[in-house]
């Protein structure tokens, strides 16, 4: 099997798997007792480990579930925050049209509450290129550090520089950038960050916020007092050492790797602008070496996605969480890209298990297969 959905998910890695089964018997990390205190060096070393990784300081590092618990804690606890501090941008919410919907779907609860959104607007490159809503102050501001669907990196250093002059707190959705590119927190400047492990080889259903010791977020589970009060519960130490082994190791690679898949996806795009009339490709640069986002005209990506199985080749439209329903993508929307075109999207992502084999395999059967989705499709 030809494996292209590496930004949906990816294989835990043996160096993860290895940390998670030599935590597994971790008790409470919160007890005093001998066990508590030994769950409690495992947890803080995999704290230390993902502080000294990311550029942050061990406090600023908070477990969670997932990505998108890290991120709906970051949105609707930093709009509580400012709420509760009567700072001057409370009540407002400055975001993208190109959000995940771990991002978009809070912020649009939030809207739907009351909130007064305004968005950054991007261009047909899939990158945001108006800053002016960061001229007033918000509660916070939030913009997605690279695209999912597309991989396009966003200018995050010069939404930061427009938000602190209002003093407005900005998170940023780094799910698709950690592990992958060097991250530093301190220097970002960011107010709160969310990470998840599944993405670099750690774990499924582990996640990390790094929140900034003020303003800090409110919390949005109530509970006990761990990770801060910030996210109440029992910690799964297992899973945070596992987390951390993943994003060591994933790190020490990344230039190499980044090198490498680049190459592969610059091979697929290049035979795809020679090969295959009609396909648009909506990736534009600055983006994740290991993202190619396609348009096929008068093709349909339900399809394109059942044939290309057929064949032992999986790939996606976008994103994992739109998966089995294709209608279309708000991002491709914001973009400009016209609907019947969107349609026919598919996403390759490269990641460690892709190989050459991998590649030629699709270069070898992508012709024929948009020959006859396209004869599906009419
Ligand atoms: N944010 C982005 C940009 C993502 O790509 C994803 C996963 O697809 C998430 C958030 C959600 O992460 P998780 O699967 O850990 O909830």
């Known amino acids: 099997m030809a494996y292209f959905d590496h930004a949906a ?16 018997g971790a008790l409470n990390s919160g007890a005093q007792y001998a066990s508590g205190r030994h769950a409690r060096s495992l947890l803080d070393d995999a704290r230390e480990t993902v502080a000294e990784l990311l550029g942050c300081e061990p406090i600023e590092v908070i477990f969670t579930s997932s990505g998108t618990e890290a991120d709906n804690i970051a949105v609707q606890g930093l709009y509580a925050a400012a709420a509760v501090a009567e700072a001057p941008g409370a009540g407002r919410v400055v975001t993208t049209r190109i959000e995940h919907s771990a991002v978009k779907e809070p912020v649009a ?23 002016d809503a960061l001229d007033a102050p918000a509660a916070l501001a939030t913009c997605m550090w690279a695209n999912n669907e597309t991989g396009a990196i966003q200018p995050i250093t010069e939404i930061v520089e427009r938000a602190q002059a209002t003093g407005t707190p900005v998170h940023t959705d780094a799910v ?51 990770e801060r009060g910030i996210r109440p519960g029992t910690v799964d130490v297992a899973s ?11 790190l020490a690679e990344s230039a190499e790797e980044a090198a490498r898949v680049g190459v592969f996806r610059d091979q697929i795009r290049e035979y795809m602008r020679n090969n295959i009339p ?18 096929f005209e008068r093709t349909d ?13 999986e790939a996606a439209t976008g994103s994992a969480c739109n998966a089995g329903v294709n209608r279309l993508s708000h991002v491709l929307e914001a973009m400009g890209v016209e609907e019947s075109l969107a349609l026919g999207s598919l ?5 460690p298990s892709t190989t050459q084999g991998d590649v030629d395999k699709l270069l070898t059967h992508l012709p024929e297969v948009i020959e006859r989705a396209r004869l599906v499709h009419g």
């Open 9 to 24: 998910t990816q294989p835990m890695r043996r160096s993860a798997v290895e940390a998670w089964v030599a935590a597994s």
């Open 109 to 131: 609860a939030l809207h739907a509450a009351g909130a007064h959104v305004d968005f950054l607007d991007v261009g047909r490159s899939g990158h945001v290129e108006r800053f």
């Open 176 to 226: 698709q950038v950690v592990g992958k590119q060097p991250v530093n927190f301190a220097e970002l400047g960011v107010t709160t960050l969310a990470a998840s492990a599944h993405k670099f080889g750690g774990p499924r259903g582990a996640g990390l916020l790094l929140a900034q010791r003020t303003p800090a977020p409110q919390p949005i589970m109530r509970g006990g007092g761990q």
């Open 240 to 250: 945070a050492s596992a987390l951390a082994a993943a994003l060591r190791e994933s």
């Open 278 to 295: 009609g396909a648009v490709i909506n990736t534009a640069e600055p983006a994740l070496p290991g993202h190619l986002h396609v348009s």
């Open 301 to 313: 990506g339900d399809s394109l996605i059942l044939l290309l199985d057929q064949l032992g080749i």
């Open 347 to 351: 996403r390759f992502t490269l990641g």
